[in-house]
Structure formats: C-alpha cells, structure tokens
C-alpha cells in the first residue's frame, strides 16, 4: 500500500542515498559518458517490472539523466513509498551499468508571485503561461500541464509594495548539505540576506533588492 513520506523519512531510508527530495518530487542525477549511455539507462528504466504504473519523469542528456519520482492525487502532492520503491530499483538499474548518482547536481525552481490578493492575479498567470491549478492545492499553486517547465505558488503579500504593486522572486531548491555552501556563494558574490528560515530557507537579494531563495526540504514536515 502507497503511504506518504516526509522528506526526511525519505533522505534517511535505507537506498535512497542516490535521490535528494526538492520542491517538486524525489530526483536524482546519474553521470553518463555520452547520450548512447543515457539512452541505454533510460531503457533499463523502462523495463523495470511495474514502472509503467508510476512512471517517473526523465530528462536526458549527453552528460547524464536526471529522474524524478512524484505521487501526484487530488489531496496529494509529494513523495510516497511507491516512490521510494521504484527509486531504489532505479538506482540498481544505474549501478549496473556502472553509473553513479551526483546530488549536487540536484536542483530545481519555484517562482513566486506575491500579491494582496493572489485571487485577482492568479487567472493572468494560468492564462499567460497555459498552465493549470494544482490538484491538490488550486488556490494557491499552478503547474505545467506538461511538466516541462518551474511550478508557479502564489503568495500572500503582507506589505504590498507603494501603489498596492507586486513582486515577483524565485526558490532555487538543491540538496541540503549542499544549501550553506550556496549562501555563502551568493553573499560572497554581492547578495545580503533578507530573511533567514535555516535549515529551510535563506532569502538573499541583490544589490538592486531582486531576491531569490535558497530552499531545501529541511525541516519543513
């Protein structure tokens, strides 16, 4: 029976070490040599007994394969067993063929639209972007219904800015061991912090006030 799991469970189960949980499943990156080699793992993929029933999103390149595993209902939006399931025999599938995963190069964005009231701006972003609610959250989320490109979360602004006006700002999620290293970068490289929700989430600007999150699943169950 498919249960869900919180991102921690997830991280700390036992062959999971490979897949890294971000905003929008659990993801992992296998290192390939050429594009031959990728199209060979996607294969092995596809021949895993069961996957076509939670079939997993790839995205191939020459330099290697990103996969991302997702349980997506109507309530529901998030990694499960199922998921953790098929990514241990995926990661059996890579190991075979002598591939190894890379967690830092997990990553993945959430753009964030911030308004007084998301109600009246969201109908202009689904129409702009051809997107749809999110099933499981439809007031506040849209998404690719293709699932190629960054969910959009709308959100509540409590001080809007002078003329009632917007902003707009972007979550970069990575690998949470990773998430120190890329603040440090980013302060080193002119930003300042602006808010400060460690381990879950730094907000930076820069130095035209522009900001950006650096986001992780940590500590957000």
């Known amino acids: 029976m498919t249960e869900p799991l919180r991102a921690t469970d997830f991280h700390k189960a036992a062959g999971a070490e490979d897949w890294r949980v971000v905003s929008d499943g659990a993801c992992a990156f296998f290192a390939t040599a050429s594009l031959s080699q990728s199209a060979r793992f996607v294969q092995a993929i596809a021949a895993i007994p069961g996957i076509e029933n939670h079939a997993p999103d790839v995205d191939v390149r020459r330099a290697g394969v990103t996969v991302r595993l997702l349980t997506l209902h109507d309530d529901?939006?998030?990694?499960?067993?199922?998921?953790?399931?098929?990514?241990?025999?995926?990661?059996?599938?890579?190991?075979?063929?002598?591939?190894?995963?890379?967690?830092?190069?997990?990553?993945?964005?959430?753009?964030?639209?911030?308004?007084?009231?998301?109600?009246?701006?969201?109908?202009?972003?689904?129409?702009?972007?051809?997107?749809?609610?999110?099933?499981?959250?439809?007031?506040?989320?849209?998404?690719?219904?293709?699932?190629?490109?960054?969910?959009?979360?709308?959100?509540?602004?409590?001080?809007?800015?002078?003329?009632?006006?917007?902003?707009?700002?972007?979550?970069?999620?990575?690998?949470?061991e990773l998430a120190e290293a890329r603040v440090a970068a980013a302060l080193a490289a002119g930003g300042h912090i602006v808010r400060d929700f460690a381990p879950s989430w730094w907000t930076l600007a820069d130095s035209a006030g522009n900001e950006a999150d650096i986001s992780t699943s940590e500590a957000r169950d």
Do not use: C
């Open 76 to 176: 529901y939006f998030g990694v499960t067993t199922t998921d953790l399931e098929f990514a241990r025999k995926i990661s059996a599938s890579a190991l075979a063929l002598g591939l190894r995963a890379d967690p830092s190069a997990i990553q993945s964005m959430l753009i964030i639209p911030g308004a007084a009231a998301i109600a009246d701006v969201m109908p202009f972003w689904e129409a702009v972007l051809g997107y749809k609610p999110r099933p499981d959250s439809p007031a506040e989320d849209l998404v690719d219904p293709n699932d190629r490109g960054p969910a959009f979360w709308f959100e509540n602004m409590r001080e809007p800015r002078p003329g009632a006006g917007g902003a707009i700002h972007i979550a970069v999620w990575i690998a949470p």
